[in-house]
């Protein structure tokens, strides 16, 4: 038996287990100096074992085992660093070297057909994509110096036709849709797209994405790379200093003749609010935060704002998550023989398609129900539209972009029911025939974030003063409209339809630059038949009509709440003429024989000016029919409340 105090044995098991001695590997994170690093990751590569070091730059990894274990340190700023080591190990020690701040303007950006070379997938993924074919996007061009298309001199260019055009001649376009470009030569215009540079054709390369350093959150609002809100770090172009890779993977140790590896958490959200998420500068001071700047593409804060971009909410997920879809690598390629990758657990690594307005995300952004209701005399159409999947809002990015409501009720015959009460589009759905696609005025709603300025609603954002409206629809939230329409004499069925449609641009714009082709090259949904516009959601139905008993004073044909001759002149006209509209035809049976014809005309001027019968009931107060006919009542407009 074991004699002794029980508090001390316990107490020195507490201590014998709380040593580092028994974590299976821990150690401490130093920079070249020997000075601890604290808050860097600490991980077993390519595995879910990992840690965050301590204000000591200690860290403990209980779980790791087995041996040969790669464990790599990283911090933002610094260069990744790994060992291989066995478990257990208590005395890991991993140096960290800073990321050289230095910048060389005479570095030229590597191609991407050089990365295709051990990047093979990623290349095939990201040259087709809109990200790799930004730089000689036919649109900017027409709305920048109209040069893009046969028609692109038409209605609004920049260049020609801007209030800032003299004062800021190279526009913005470039910072975003040739930052290669830009970044060399900040404030220069896109270049010529009759004779572009590889730098231009290649858009958004490899290269300028993995060489983001830092983007400065307090100036989120700048228009893509201006300098100062984006910090771009280049090698010495000698090539004697090995090019620096920014990555979202903190477990890279990567360290050859090439490239070395740097850990950029800001590469999952925060990279991509360089180009999509700005104001505008009308006083050209370099100052996008100011009051008097106008809010154009949200879509970083709209995502920041949200439980997407709350790192403590179930709902939590990146830009990287959502628009750069898992992928798995293949391992056979020329680069896997040199240099063997590490097979990785989980959804770690992401495609370099990017995906954004393709018909995968417009169709699962949204859901849309409808709620169809007879009340009395009319059809009441409730329409609720939630944005349950979007990490934004719906629609987002460029504030042409668009959502079109169409809410639709026809008889069996196809007839339109006439609407009473509820929105109709904005003229920006376009002025003209629904018939090509021009909305405007029709039951719906248009959804968008709306500039305006001295040139009117829906200007670019370069020439707007303020925001018309915004009432594009936030993540998880619900916008509901009520519809209601006149249920016609007579009508036994009801057809109705909600569709939700996606448009790149504004319908006249489109007609101004004569547009046929997106940006790309891609036949325009938005000018073909029959959506007119990419498809989101829909809902189609019929309802049963049953019309309720109308009130009407019988004789008032119409419908004026008095008997005189005009009513009987009513009955003629609505009998040979055609030029009356009858609501209630039961008033107009002035005799109730459950015929409507001349006699009942006569019966009227007889009652008037001959002492004749006075009209049946009801008369001379509301009151419904009391004979079964096959006359309709839809509504007596002096008896209606």
Not at 77 to 100: K, M, R, Y
Not at 360 to 369: C, I, R
Not at 559 to 568: F, H, L
Request: glycine fraction near 10%.
């Amino acid at each position: 038996m074991i004699r002794g105090n029980s508090t001390s044995i316990l107490l020195l098991l507490a201590t014998f287990f709380s040593t580092p001695a028994f974590a299976q590997i821990s150690g401490t994170v130093t920079d070249q100096a020997d000075n601890p690093v604290v808050g860097a990751t600490v991980k077993v590569r390519a595995s879910s074992i990992e840690t965050v070091t301590d204000a000591s730059g200690q860290f403990i990894l209980p779980t790791a085992t087995g041996s040969g274990l790669t464990v790599v340190a990283a911090l933002k700023g610094f260069f990744n660093g790994g060992v291989t080591v066995d478990a257990p190990n208590s005395n890991v020690n991993i140096v960290l070297e800073l990321v050289p701040q230095d910048d060389d303007p005479n570095y030229f950006f590597m191609s991407p057909f050089q990365c295709a070379v051990c990047h093979v997938d990623q290349f095939d993924q990201w040259y087709p994509s809109r990200m790799g074919n930004t730089g000689l996007n036919t649109w900017v061009y027409d709305l920048y110096n109209g040069t893009g298309s046969p028609g692109g001199s038409g209605g609004f260019v920049y260049t020609r036709d801007s209030a800032h055009a003299v004062a800021n001649p190279g526009g913005w376009c470039a910072s975003c849709h040739q930052p290669e470009h830009w970044i060399d030569q900040p404030g220069a215009p896109l270049e010529d797209i009759n004779s572009p540079t590889e730098a231009a054709m290649r858009g958004v390369s490899c290269d300028v994405c993995h060489k983001i350093a830092d983007v400065d959150m307090t100036q989120v609002n700048a228009t893509g790379f201006i300098p100062g809100s984006v910090t771009v770090t280049r090698p010495d172009s000698s090539g004697l200093v090995q090019q620096v890779m920014y990555g979202a993977l903190g477990d890279v140790d990567f360290n050859e003749t090439v490239m070395r590896a740097s850990y950029q958490p800001q590469m999952v959200a925060q990279n991509c609010a360089v180009c999509h998420e700005y104001n505008n500068d009308p006083d050209h001071d370099g100052d996008f935060e100011e009051t008097g700047s106008t809010p154009a593409q949200q879509t970083f804060s709209e995502w920041e704002n949200s439980p997407y971009g709350d790192e403590t909410s179930p709902h939590y997920q990146t830009c990287v998550d959502c628009h750069m879809p898992s992928w798995t690598p293949d391992l056979t390629d020329l680069c896997a023989v040199f240099f063997p990758p590490q097979p990785r657990v989980g959804d770690s690594l992401h495609s370099h398609d990017i995906q954004g307005t393709s018909p995968q995300f417009l169709e699962n952004a949204v859901s849309l129900t409808l709620d169809v209701a007879q009340e009395g005399f009319e059809l009441v159409i409730d329409v609720s539209i939630t944005n349950d999947q979007a990490g934004h809002a719906v629609p987002t990015g460029i504030t042409f972009r668009n959502m079109i409501l169409l809410v639709e009720a026809v008889t069996a015959g196809g007839v339109p029911l006439t609407q009473l009460t509820g929105s109709t589009l904005h003229p920006l759905a376009g002025v003209g025939d629904p018939e090509e696609g021009y909305y405007s005025g029709l039951p719906g709603k248009l959804y968008a974030n709306v500039l305006d300025g001295p040139l009117g609603e829906g200007v670019i954002f370069t020439d707007s003063t303020g925001t018309s409206f915004d009432n594009r629809i936030s993540p998880f939230a619900t916008d509901s409209t009520t519809y209601r329409f006149q249920l016609p004499a007579g009508v036994e069925m009801v057809d109705f339809r909600a569709r939700l449609i996606y448009r790149r641009m504004w319908r006249a714009v489109i007609d101004d630059k004569g547009w046929e082709f997106d940006g790309q090259g891609n036949l325009l949904a938005d000018i073909q038949p029959p959506f007119f516009g990419h498809p989101m959601e829909s809902a189609v139905g019929s309802i049963s009509v049953v019309m309720p008993a109308s009130e009407f004073i019988r004789g008032d044909c119409n419908s004026d709440g008095g008997t005189d001759v005009a009513d009987a002149i009513a009955i003629l006209a609505y009998l040979f003429a055609g030029s009356t509209v009858v609501t209630c035809e039961d008033a107009c049976d002035v005799s109730d024989d459950g015929a409507l014809d001349i006699a009942d005309a006569i019966y009227s001027l007889s009652f008037q000016f001959s002492g004749g019968p006075q009209p049946a009931f009801p008369y001379p107060l509301c009151g419904t029919d009391p004979t079964d006919d096959g006359l309709i009542c839809a509504f007596s407009a002096a008896c209606s409340p």
